[in-house]
């Protein structure tokens, strides 16, 4: 029997992959055309990866610039100003607030996101999602770290655990907390879990039926 399920947020829950697609292009278009395709590829094919971590290699490896820990923190500040209002009216992925609403009296739900703690629970907060979860974690903390806290502190066997996400980063945490996992693909056509043997749903609405499958 399922306890507990462990959702990443954007991309499953809510959909704003988007949302940070054209903040990270505004961000750098005064760097080009060129350096704007590869900036929001990179972001596309690294779901999960932190936004610092994102910024990190876009100077390193695509600008070949230096970047001190100043300029770092005032780019995630503007990323961050960029996003939050937008990911705050962004629409629930089709299912989600309704299978949120039916089970979450029945089934323990948590967040597990890259995205900040503090401005991840200020998101939630501010859609009306809190009444959902058990808890909201975010980054610094990686997933894989989040997903072991969560079943350590409340005492859940792994098999008892459904980790849902849309991303590598996300198959990670799961495979390294031992829960079973779900991803979601969207419409773009990418599919990370070419290669892993995982239960993919193209929304929400499909997860009911293999959690109570599994």
Known sequence: MIKAI???????????????????AKMFEDKGEEVVRQVTSFHLKNGGMTRDKK????????????????KLEELCDT??????????????VEGAKEFLEKFYSEIDFYVASGTPEQEL??????????????????????????AKMILKQ???????????GDSIADLR???ESGTRFIGRLDDSGHDPFTDNDVNVVKDMTEIEGIIRGL
Do not use: H, W
Request: charge should be neutral; aromatic fraction near 14%.
């Open 6 to 24: 462990i959702f990443d947020f954007d991309g499953v829950l809510v959909e704003s992959v988007n949302v940070k697609t054209r903040a990270f």
């Open 55 to 70: 910024i990190m290699f876009y100077y390193n490896e695509i600008l070949m610039c230096p970047l001190s820990d100043e």
């Open 79 to 92: 990323f961050s100003r960029l996003v939050v209002d937008e990911v705050i009216r962004s629409p629930y």
């Open 121 to 146: 629970r200020e998101i939630v907060k501010r859609r009306g999602m809190s009444l959902f979860f058990k808890g909201v974690f975010g980054s610094p903390a990686q997933k894989g770290e989040i």
């Open 154 to 164: 409340n005492g859940y066997n792994s098999k008892e655990v459904v980790y849902v």
């Open 173 to 175: 945490g799961a495979i």
